[in-house]
C-alpha cells in the first residue's frame, strides 16, 4: 500500500520561514500536493511538485525529492492567517486515481 | 461556479437511525470522493467514482456504509445504522483529472455527530 508520514505541529514566529515535512511509501505516483485547512474548513489546493524540484506559488514553495522518497512545504514571510493544517497527498499509480492524504502538520503561529 | 455542494452542513442524530449525506459535484468534473475526516484517523478516502461509477470502495468501514452516485451531478453516501463512532465530517470533493495533479476540489463538509 502507501502512506505518507508529516510531523503532528510545528510552531514558528511571524515573519519568520518554516518548512513541513512530508516522506512517504509508494509503488509509484504521479505527484504530490499540499493542501491547507483552517480550522472549521475545507482542504484546499497549495501547490503540486509532478517532478523533483522546487515549485513556488509566491510565499508558498514545494520541493519533491523521489529518490529520497520526500517532500516539503515552505513558506516564508509567516503571517497569522496560516495558521492551519497543512497535508501531503499523492495519486498513486497503481491505484487508478486514489488520492490519499497524509496525517496533517497543525502550525501554529506566534506574533 | 458554485463549487462542491454538499448537504446537510450539520447533523445530530440518534444510534441506529440513518444517515444521509448528500454530494453536488462541480459541472465537468469526472472524479468524486468521499473522504472522512476525524482527529484519530485524519483524512480517510472512502471511495470514489469514475463517471458515476464506484472505482474503489476499499475505505469504506463496514457494510453499514454505501455510496451511490445515479447521475454526473448527486452522489449520497448513507450509514444506516449509525453509531456514536460514525461521528466525524465527512467531505465529498471532485477534480476533473487526478492523475496530473489537477486541484481537487473539497465541499465545505457535512459535521455529522451521533449521540
Known amino acids: 500500500g502507501q502512506s505518507l508520514e508529516q510531523p503532528s505541529e510545528v510552531t514558528a514566529v511571524e515573519g519568520a520561514i518554516v518548512q513541513i515535512n512530508c516522506t512517504y511509501q509508494?509503488?509509484?505516483?504521479?505527484?504530490l500536493s499540499w493542501y491547507q485547512q483552517h480550522d472549521g474548513g475545507a482542504p484546499t489546493f497549495l501547490s503540486y511538485n509532478a517532478l523533483d524540484g522546487l515549485e513556488e506559488t509566491g510565499r508558498f514553495s514545494s520541493f519533491l525529492s523521489r529518490s529520497d522518497s520526500y517532500g516539503y512545504l515552505l513558506l516564508q514571510e509567516l503571517q497569522m492567517k496560516d495558521s492551519a493544517s497543512y497535508f501531503c497527498?499523492?495519486?498513486?499509480?497503481?491505484?487508478?486515481?486514489?488520492?490519499?492524504f497524509g496525517s496533517g502538520t497543525r502550525l501554529s503561529i506566534r506574533p | 461556479d458554485a463549487g462542491v455542494i454538499q448537504s446537510p452542513r450539520h447533523e445530530v442524530t440518534e444510534m441506529g437511525q440513518e444517515v444521509t449525506l448528500r454530494c453536488k459535484p462541480i459541472s465537468g468534473h469526472d472524479y468524486l470522493f468521499w473522504y472522512r475526516q476525524t482527529m484519530m484517523r485524519g483524512l480517510e478516502l472512502l471511495i470514489y467514482f469514475n463517471n458515476n461509477v464506484p472505482i474503489d470502495d476499499s475505505g469504506m468501514p463496514e457494510d453499514r456504509f454505501s455510496a451511490k452516485m445515479p447521475n454526473a451531478s448527486f452522489s449520497t453516501l448513507k450509514i444506516q445504522p449509525s453509531e456514536p463512532r460514525d461521528s466525524a465530517v465527512y467531505f465529498c470533493?471532485?477534480?476533473?483529472?487526478?492523475?496530473?495533479?489537477?486541484?481537487?476540489?473539497f465541499g465545505e463538509g457535512s459535521w455529522l455527530t451521533v449521540v
Open positions: 509508494t509503488s509509484g505516483f504521479y505527484g
Open positions: 470533493a471532485s477534480t476533473p483529472r487526478p492523475r496530473s495533479g489537477n486541484t481537487i476540489y
Open positions: 497527498a499523492l495519486s498513486s499509480v497503481s491505484s487508478a486515481s486514489k488520492i490519499i
